[in-house]
């Protein structure tokens, strides 16, 4: 780890990526209140994951240090969409809660039916985001 001075929070701005030292990212963008968002890689799969600002608690692990350019407008800041859809079908889904339990489990959006058979609930990852800063790795690389 390079021996940087680390931005404070009250200076960090929405919508910029930034150089950061923390668990697991190495550049992310800012959320506008506590939150880094980069992408991750565990188990050789790359995915959007957030770390916390080291000033908001004793569990923030997200240090910037160089801030670096601006994100553009129409890229919402999330790791992901709410909802989920079956990645088999495309069809919207939504969970209540478990039958065991009085709910419905997981539904079918548009007709309210139970899912019943082969289904895959899948989050809607943000690819605009995760595409964009893939493309600010290759550019900035590792410091």
Not at 8 to 20: A, F, M
Not at 52 to 78: A, D, F
Request: proline share 4%; aromatic share 12%.
């Amino acid at each position: 780890m390079t021996n940087r001075e680390t931005i404070p929070l009250d200076q960090c701005e929405k919508g910029w990526l930034y150089r950061v030292h923390s668990r697991n990212l190495s550049i992310a963008v800012f959320d506008g209140e506590d939150v880094f968002i980069g992408i991750r890689l565990k188990f050789r799969d790359r995915f959007l994951d957030s770390e916390i600002h080291y000033e908001v608690c004793n569990h923030g692990t997200c240090s910037p240090y160089e801030k670096l350019i601006k994100l553009p407008e129409g890229i919402e800041i999330v790791s992901y969409f709410p909802g989920s859809y079956d990645s088999h079908t495309g069809r919207d889904m939504e969970f209540d809660k478990p039958a065991s339990k009085g709910g419905n489990g997981w539904t079918w959006k548009d007709t309210g039916e139970k899912c019943e058979g082969l289904y895959c609930p899948t989050i809607r990852h943000n690819k605009a985001l995760f595409d964009w800063l893939e493309e600010k790795e290759e550019e900035f690389g590792e410091d």
